[in-house]
Structures are given as C-alpha cells and as structure tokens.
C-alpha cells in the first residue's frame, strides 16, 4: 500500500472559504476555427499526452518504461528465443535491458528506407506484433512500447548482438542522433536498452528497487524456467530468479506461513484453440481469497474473460463433486461462488494468440472466447484433481461448507445493519458529528482515535464540510474475522452508518457520504496500530474507497518546538527531526522541543491550524499499486498466525525510526 502526498490547500473545503466559478461571458470563444485545432502524431503526441500511453507520470508510470522494455525481452522468450534476462540500475539513474533473444533486425526496411531497429525505436505501431509474422503471443501487444520508452527518455541507447556484429544507435528524447551503425564483433545474440528517464516528463526519476524486484520475481514465475537477474549497481548486488515450477512455486509462495488444506496444489496446463491455459490454486485456513490473473505475462489487475471463466468454472466443478460424494445433499442449496473463494490461493496465466486488453496499461482482458477456453480446461483438470485425491477434494468442501455458514450468519448480520442505517439515516450514530455540507465531494469525515482527541477536532473543525467521528478504542482486527463477527461490534457499525454506502453485496459507492475519510490518529504505537487496523478494514471490506482514491491519512505534527510564555510564546509545529533542529536554531536560545504524543495535547486552534486546514495541511491519499503484496502483508502483519508476523518484524526492526512506546 502506498501514499501520495496531494498538494497543501489543492482540497476543497477551506475553512471559511466560498467556492464558486465565474460564469463565462457568452460568445467568448468566437474566434475558435478549425486553425486552432492542433494534430500531434508520435513522439510529439507521447510526450505531451504520455498518460494515454504508460498511464500516468507518476512513479507508477515511471516504474512502466521497465516493464515494457522487460516485455519486449520476455515476448522473446515466449517466441523460445532467449533464456536469460538481465535488468541493471545503475547509480546515475538508468536501467539497462540486456536479452539473449534474436536481437532487433537491423536490415533497411524496404518501404520506409530505414533499419528496422530506427523504426522499432521510433515510430509506434511499428514491430514484429503486427500480422503475426514476428511473434506468436506476446505481452507488448499494442506495440508502442520500446518507442514510447524512447519518447520519455532523456536519453537512450540501443545495441543489438545479431549475425556476428554488434550494431549501435542513441537517441536524445525520441530522436536519433545518427544512424544505425556496426560498432564491433560478438558471438552472442540479443537485445541491450539503456535509457535515462526524462525529468521534463517525470517529476520523480528515482526507480525504487523493490517495485521492480516484485515484478521481475513474478514475471519468472509466469515464465518457468526463464532466468531473470536485477543488477543494482549502488548496492553492489545480484539476485537471480528462476523457477522450474512457474505459477504452482508461486501459488506455494504466496500460501507461504499459512496453513493449507489442499497439501498438493492443483494444477492444469492445456492449450485451446490456441490458447495457452495455466492454472494453479490451493486452499488455505484463512478467510481471504487471493486470486491474481494474468494475460501474456501482464497482470491484469481488472480481471477479464479468464477470471470470469475460473470463477464459473470453479464453482461449478466444486458443486457436482460435493453432490455427487454425498456431501452435499439433494435438499441443501448449492455452494456460491463467495463460499468456495474463501481461502483461496490461485494464479491464473493465459497467453492469447490475439489478446484485446482495455487500454495501453492492460488491465482488463476483453477476449470473450477466453472465458470457455479457461472453463473447459479448469472443468477437465480440477475435476479429475478431486477424483484423484478424494480427501483433498472433501477437505476443500468441508471448507466451503463453513464458509455458507458464516456468510448466512453475516447475511442476517448485514441485514440488521442495512435496516438499522435505513432508520438512522436522519439519525446518524450520536458520536458522529456531521457537516452541514450535502455535496459527498466537498465533505470530509475525520475518525479520530478517542473521544478527547474528538472534542478537539470538533471545535476546531470547519463545520460546513468537515464531520468527525470519534472511535472508543482500537476496533476489531478484521483480518481475524468474519464478516458475521466483523458486524457486531458497535465502532464498526457506527463507521459503516456514518458513510451511508452500505456494506458487501449491498454496497454502492455512489452512495457514499464523504469523499474524503480520514484517519486522524496519535503519532504513538497505540495510534499507529489504529491506523493500521483502520486500513485493514478498508482494504479487506471498503476496497473501492481506496480505489476511488477516497481515503487520506492525517499528519499531525511530531514536534511542538517553543520559546517563550504566554502571549509572547512563539511556536513552530514540526514534521520530522530535521524541521525540528531547524526550528531550534531559528528560534534560537532557550528554544525548547517536545515530542507530541497525542492530539489531545493541542488545543482546538491548534489542531486546526497544524492537521486539518486546507490551506496549511498534508494529506496521504492511500493507494494500491501491487494488491498481491498488500494483501501478503496485512495477512503476515493482522493474520491470526505469530510466527510470520515475527519474522517481519525481525526482519525490518532495523530500519525503525522514533519508536515510541
């Protein structure tokens, strides 16, 4: 889980402060013609729209120049050209691509009169992935990938080891600076990119190492047998991933620590109608399923066609198993597709002759005949899986069985607090004290730990779009329990009443009551772990408010530094340790720093001021960039099982900084 750090005052809802347009004056735009109209093609139209083609210019679309050029290595291994890949970040801010695929033709191109490889590097739609000539299934299908990289670099290199020779060209922001030429002799083949990312594009060109590490680690998964190494030139290190099991190692990694039901996990591998079908799932005791699929090695984080057809299909194969053992019996109601997803683990991997994703990024997978070929391979293998292994196969049902207990049992308790909300809706929970505010996207609801830190917010707030609940304690750690159990406790209720949208089938974001939620917690252990299990709760239970980009975290100060008594008191709130010091030598001596321990320590004005005014204000919108190593960390950090929270804790109790206890 990440955050981002919005800009001071950028949020509606200033204290005191009107919001309003000035109408336009009509006819002022007389003079818009048709000369105004601007035609941008190609590097041009990348770089000044490069969000439509890498997704945004954030880390995250930073972080994607990576994985095209990795995309375009790992096409040559699916085509069975190359066997290794190595990925190196050096310490001046490049990342180097090296394959021992093919190598990038670099002969003339016949109709555009230039080497293949200037073409590949600079024009879109341009590539071996058109008309099925270069490549049999492929991950950088749209085909703007490596000059896409080209047009947001500073600065790129290409070399090519192809037919004895070593061929070369550079390029400064798209643009050649000269031609394709022989630069030495070699006795290998492949592919080596190094690009410089552009700082006029990107605002941050730091490449974080662990976001690519994950992602080089699962795309070696996906590709069994392929060899993938990260090189980080600054730390001196080499790691290299390699798995002779692909997705049936990975789905044993990801059900690491955990307690699994079905020992062997299930495994088919067919190829339909030209579709390639990999699936691998395996069961384990928690209440959490973790499914992740993907499309010719893209991790398609929206689903498509193939999750569509393992969930039908699994529910299916599960239900005539269960019938025809006799566990399910001729008047019970069938297992649903929720009952049979609890404590599942699955990785799902498809390679499509012709994938249609939704957009450059590829997060949806739109191939309508992938959802029957995925069912029918699922349906052949898993069924002759439980046949095999009977005991396997009851212990799954057993599972699933529990699981249709406890979601009628949460059926009822969801339906209490549905009616509840119905008849509380002019009467919200009485520790809620609500904005005068009607419009969700000019209204902020603050959870504030404790009723003294709650009275403060609430006489130092704005009035108009700020509401502040108040939490009694820590509420319950949700990934511990069902949702049956999750509903009775009273704080949970009164969060779920007060955002007004409903909880899970019910659920309508649309509904929702605020459109900014924020943690307002101490700046201490017990704060920290409010927080904690507050995001817990929202990811396990609210996941569309995250996606929404709806909920915030507050940062109070950590530092109260003064000089001074009285009306002469002068003060300076701190963030950090270095603002600290920085305060101390400004104000000079007989400056003294306290370290704030709670919010109840500030006075109303005060907390205005310091954590909830607009204009002064830092706000850390939640986000979730890798879902699968979020979801890896609130089971290691909430999950009922010690031993995997002690050994994260081991492992990172190094890097802890101003732990207060």
């Not at 299909?313 to 019970?332: F, M, P, S």
């Not at 209720?493 to 007004?500: F, K, Q, S, V």
């Not at 940062?555 to 963030?575: D, E, I, R, T, Y």
């Given at each position: 889980m ?5 800009l001071p005052g950028?949020?509606?809802g200033?204290?005191?402060a009107h919001l ?5 004056a009509?006819?002022?735009?007389v003079?818009?013609t048709a ?9 041009e139209?990348v770089r000044?729209?490069?969000?439509m083609?890498?997704?945004s210019t954030s880390?995250?679309g930073?972080?994607h ?8 290595a790992v096409d040559?291994?699916l085509a069975?050209?190359?066997q290794r890949i190595?990925?190196t970040l050096?310490?001046?801010g490049?990342v180097q691509?090296?394959?021992d695929?093919r190598?990038i033709p ?5 109709k ?7 073409l ?6 341009a590539g071996?992935?058109f008309?099925?000539g270069?490549y049999?299934?492929?991950?950088g299908l749209h085909?703007v990938g490596?000059?896409?990289v080209n047009?947001l ?8 080891h ?6 070369q ?8 600076k000269a031609g394709?030429?022989?630069v030495?002799?070699t006795?290998r083949?492949?592919?080596?990119v190094?690009f410089w ?7 941050d ?11 080089l680690?699962?795309?070696a998964?996906?590709n ?5 190494a990260l090189?980080?030139?600054?730390l001196g290190l ?7 099991g ?11 620590d ?5 020992v ?12 390639q079908v990999?699936?691998?799932l ?6 959490v399923?973790n499914v ?5 090695t ?6 498509g066609s193939h ?10 194969v599960l239900?005539?198993?269960a019938?025809?053992?006799g566990?399910?019996?001729?008047q019970d109601p069938n297992l ?17 002759l012709?994938?249609q994703?939704?957009g ?11 959802q029957?070929h995925?069912?029918?391979?699922l349906?052949e ?8 292994n009977p005991s396997?196969?009851?212990?799954i049902?057993?599972k699933?069985?529990?699981a ?8 009822k308790?969801?339906d209490?607090v ?5 008849l ?5 929970p009485g ?5 005068s505010?009607?419009?969700p996207?000019?209204?902020e609801l ?6 003294s830190?709650g009275g403060?917010?609430?006489?130092g707030?704005d ?5 502040i609940?108040?939490l ?10 069902r ?15 007060a ?11 649309e509904k929702?009551?605020?459109?900014r939620i924020?943690t307002?917690?101490d700046a201490?252990v017990?704060g920290?772990h ?5 995001l817990t709760?929202?990811?396990?239970y609210?996941p569309?408010?995250i996606?929404k980009g709806?909920l ?5 100060p950590?530092f109260?530094v003064?000089?001074?008594?009285g009306?002469n008191?002068?003060v300076?709130w ?9 305060a101390?030598?400004?104000l000079?001596?007989g ?5 704030m321990?709670?919010?109840g320590?500030?006075n109303?004005?005060?907390?205005w001021?310091?954590t909830m005014?607009?204009a002064?204000?830092v706000?850390?919108r939640v986000?979730?960039e ?6 890896d960390?609130f089971?290691?950090l909430?999950?009922?099982d010690?031993e ?7 492992a990172?109790?190094?890097?802890v ?5």
């Amino acid at each position: 889980m990440a955050v981002r750090k919005p800009l001071p005052g950028s949020e509606p809802g200033a204290r005191r402060a009107h919001l309003g347009m000035r109408p336009r004056a009509l006819g002022a735009d007389v003079a818009y013609t048709a000369e105004q109209i601007q035609v941008l093609e190609g590097r041009e139209h990348v770089r000044r729209r490069p969000s439509m083609y890498i997704g945004s210019t954030s880390t995250t679309g930073l972080h994607h120049l990576v994985y095209e050029v990795v995309d375009n290595a790992v096409d040559e291994a699916l085509a069975g050209h190359a066997q290794r890949i190595v990925v190196t970040l050096f310490a001046d801010g490049s990342v180097q691509v090296d394959d021992d695929g093919r190598g990038i033709p670099v002969d003339v191109h016949k109709k555009e009169g230039l080497s293949a490889l200037e073409l590949v590097m600079t024009r879109l739609n341009a590539g071996g992935k058109f008309g099925g000539g270069g490549y049999k299934v492929s991950s950088g299908l749209h085909g703007v990938g490596v000059s896409a990289v080209n047009f947001l670099s500073e600065r790129l290199q290409v070399w090519v080891h192809r037919g004895s020779k070593v061929y070369q060209q550079e390029y400064e922001r798209g643009v050649p600076k000269a031609g394709v030429k022989p630069v030495g002799k070699t006795d290998r083949t492949g592919t080596i990119v190094r690009f410089w990312p552009d700082p006029q594009i990107f605002p941050d060109t730091k490449f974080d190492r662990e976001v690519i590490r994950h992602r080089l680690r699962e795309m070696a998964y996906l590709n069994k047998r392929l060899e993938i190494a990260l090189n980080d030139e600054s730390l001196g290190l080499t790691e290299t991933f390699y798995f002779e099991g692909g997705i049936v190692a990975f789905v044993r990694a990801l059900n690491r620590d955990k307690s699994v039901v079905n020992v062997p996990p299930f495994y088919v591998d067919r190829e339909i109608e030209g579709t390639q079908v990999e699936v691998a799932l395996q069961y384990n005791e928690t209440f959490v399923e973790n499914v992740v699929a993907f499309a010719n090695t893209i991790h398609t984080i929206e689903g498509g066609s193939h999750l569509t057809g393992f969930r039908a299909a699994l529910t299916n194969v599960l239900n005539r198993y269960a019938r025809k053992a006799g566990i399910l019996k001729e008047q019970d109601p069938n297992l649903t597709g929720e009952d049979v997803r609890e404590g599942l683990t699955a990785v799902i991997s498809v390679k499509v002759l012709e994938p249609q994703f939704e957009g450059q990024t590829k997060g949806k997978l739109g191939n309508a005949e992938v959802q029957g070929h995925v069912s029918l391979a699922l349906t052949e293998g898993l069924t002759q899986y439980l046949e095999e292994n009977p005991s396997e196969g009851r212990r799954i049902i057993e599972k699933s069985l529990t699981a249709a207990r406890a979601r009628e049992a949460a059926r009822k308790a969801r339906d209490l607090v549905q009616r509840k909300s119905l008849l509380e809706s002019s009467m919200l929970p009485g520790k809620l004290a609500d904005c005068s505010e009607r419009d969700p996207s000019l209204s902020e609801l603050y959870i504030v730990e404790g009723d003294s830190a709650g009275g403060t917010a609430k006489g130092g707030r704005d009035r108009r779009t700020q509401a502040i609940l108040p939490l009694r304690g820590k509420i319950l750690n949700v990934e511990k329990a069902r949702l049956d159990k999750v509903l009775t406790s009273d704080e949970i209720r009164n969060l779920i009443t007060a955002m007004g949208a409903g909880v899970g089938d019910n659920f309508n974001i649309e509904k929702i009551r605020y459109h900014r939620i924020v943690t307002m917690t101490d700046a201490d252990v017990d704060g920290s772990h409010i927080r904690t299990l507050l995001l817990t709760f929202f990811f396990r239970y609210f996941p569309q408010v995250i996606d929404k980009g709806y909920l915030y975290m507050a940062q109070p100060p950590l530092f109260k530094v003064s000089k001074g008594a009285g009306k002469n008191m002068k003060v300076v709130w701190c963030s950090s340790e270095a603002d600290r010091d920085k305060a101390l030598r400004q104000l000079g001596k007989g400056a003294e720093a306290a370290r704030m321990k709670g919010l109840g320590e500030m006075n109303a004005e005060e907390l205005w001021e310091t954590t909830m005014n607009p204009a002064t204000r830092v706000l850390l919108r939640v986000t979730v960039e890798d879902a699968a190593a979020v979801n890896d960390t609130f089971e290691r950090l909430m999950g009922p099982d010690v031993e995997p929270r002690k050994k994260f804790i081991q492992a990172h109790a190094k890097s802890v900084r101003n732990l207060d206890i």
